[in-house]
């Protein structure tokens, strides 16, 4: 049960008086949008393609970074807001340590954890959102039969259902994806649920499940050499574990994707996706600028909302 005095701090938190018309910074500079950033993003994309034809590895899931200065230090409050506007389906979270933040809303739960029961939630596979309601569902029904996708959630899902047997019984999942969608993205997600044997910690079951296929690769260890060989930048707290538990073995945990970290007025924006074969560069570059979007946009289209005044 939340404390009264960290109940009032949450109001205060997400409250939008005062702060509702305090405007987000301007972008000044960025790093990491241009054709050249693109051009490189290919290359990588077709290594992890080649080492997928020679059967080295199934899955490896690649990220890229965008680098911002902005006009002034973000309002974390108006950020957090907009984004709990635009994606209310997600898991909200904020995390500041020293001089900077790490935030974001992400969609994928990794494991709830409750009356010695865990559910969790393979998500994997994605498509745009369609600019009609026939438009989408068209979208929707190519995602739900498309290959390269199904196989993309299927790494995903065969960890999870492996991984749950060592703490778990009854393992119980929907035998086809169902289609999860947000605001600009829609993706496949199925989920799964399990009782928990006698003396499962959530500490071993978290360092058991994550990281998935879904922000890693399949097999894992083979996809965490590519990555550490191939991307430029380090992850730190993107694609980790946000969440919370209590003494009674309880807790709820997400993966920190659709993120960023600012300190100061410079910000880091993180977003990666999943090669198998089937995949193509320029669709997967086109993937990460949609898992970009939920952060980049809490400044570019107040920018051009000022140009047009």
Same mark, same amino acid.
């Given at each position: 049960? &939340? +404390?009264? !005095?960290?109940? $009032? *701090?949450?109001?205060?938190?997400?409250? /939008?008086?005062?702060? #509702?018309?305090?405007? %987000?910074?301007?972008?000044?500079?960025?790093?990491? &949008? +241009?054709? !050249?950033?693109? $051009? *490189?993003?290919?290359?990588?994309?077709? /290594?992890?393609?080649? #080492?997928?034809?020679? %059967?080295?590895?199934?899955?490896?899931?690649?990220?890229?970074?965008?680098?911002l200065i902005l006009s002034d230090s973000?309002?974390?409050?108006?950020?957090?807001?907009?984004?709990?506007?635009?994606?209310?389906?997600?898991?909200?979270?904020?995390?500041?340590?020293?001089?900077?933040?790490?935030?974001?809303?992400?969609?994928?739960?990794?494991?709830?954890?409750?009356?010695?029961?865990?559910?969790?939630?393979?998500?994997?596979?994605?498509?745009?959102?369609?600019?009609?309601?026939?438009?989408?569902?068209?979208?929707?029904s190519e995602l739900l039969n498309n290959?390269?996708?199904?196989?993309?959630?299927?790494?995903?899902?065969?960890?999870?259902?492996?991984?749950?047997?060592?703490?778990?019984?009854?393992?119980?999942?929907?035998?086809?994806?169902?289609?999860?969608?947000?605001?600009?993205?829609?993706?496949?997600?199925?989920?799964?649920?399990?009782?928990?044997?006698?003396?499962?910690?959530?500490?071993?079951?978290?360092?058991?499940?994550?990281?998935?296929?879904?922000?890693?690769?399949?097999?894992?260890?083979?996809?965490?050499?590519?990555?550490?060989?191939?991307?430029?930048?380090?992850?730190?707290?993107?694609?980790?574990?946000?969440?919370?538990?209590?003494?009674?073995?309880?807790?709820?945990?997400?993966?920190?994707?659709?993120?960023?970290?600012?300190?100061?007025?410079?910000?880091?924006?993180?977003?990666?996706?999943?090669?198998?074969?089937?995949?193509?560069?320029?669709?997967?570059?086109?993937?990460?600028?949609?898992?970009?979007?939920?952060?980049?946009?809490?400044?570019?289209?107040?920018?051009?909302?000022?140009?047009?005044?």
């Open positions: 049960r &939340l +404390t009264e !005095k960290f109940s $009032k *701090k949450l109001e205060i938190l997400f409250q /939008l008086k005062g702060d #509702k018309d305090k405007s %987000l910074p301007r972008i000044v500079n960025s790093n990491g &949008l +241009t054709p !050249k950033d693109r $051009k *490189k993003w290919k290359q990588i994309i077709n /290594l992890a393609l080649e #080492k997928i034809h020679n %059967l080295e590895i199934k899955k490896v899931v690649l990220s890229r970074k965008v680098d973000i309002n974390l409050t108006v950020s957090l807001n907009s984004l709990r506007e635009d994606y209310p389906d997600c898991f909200l979270f904020a995390y500041h340590k020293r001089n900077s933040t790490f935030f974001g809303a992400t969609p994928e739960l990794l494991a709830k954890i409750s009356d010695k029961k865990i559910e969790l939630n393979a998500i994997a596979g994605s498509a745009k959102r369609g600019t009609s309601p026939e438009d989408d569902s068209k979208l929707e290959k390269k996708d199904l196989d993309e959630h299927s790494y995903v899902l065969e960890h999870l259902k492996e991984t749950l047997k060592n703490f778990s019984e009854n393992i119980s999942y929907d035998k086809i994806p169902s289609v999860k969608k947000f605001k600009n993205i829609q993706h496949l997600s199925t989920r799964i649920s399990a009782s928990l044997k006698d003396n499962s910690g959530i500490m071993n079951i978290l360092k058991e499940v994550h990281p998935t296929p879904a922000v890693c690769g399949y097999p894992k260890e083979t996809a965490l050499n590519l990555i550490k060989k191939t991307e430029s930048q380090k992850r730190g707290l993107y694609s980790g574990i946000i969440g919370w538990f209590n003494f009674n073995n309880e807790g709820e945990f997400a993966v920190s994707i659709r993120s960023a970290i600012t300190k100061g007025n410079k910000l880091t924006a993180y977003a990666g996706g999943g090669i198998v074969e089937g995949s193509e560069p320029d669709a997967e570059f086109e993937e990460t600028e949609m898992k970009l979007k939920p952060i980049l946009s809490l400044f570019t289209e107040r920018s051009e909302n000022e140009k047009k005044d």
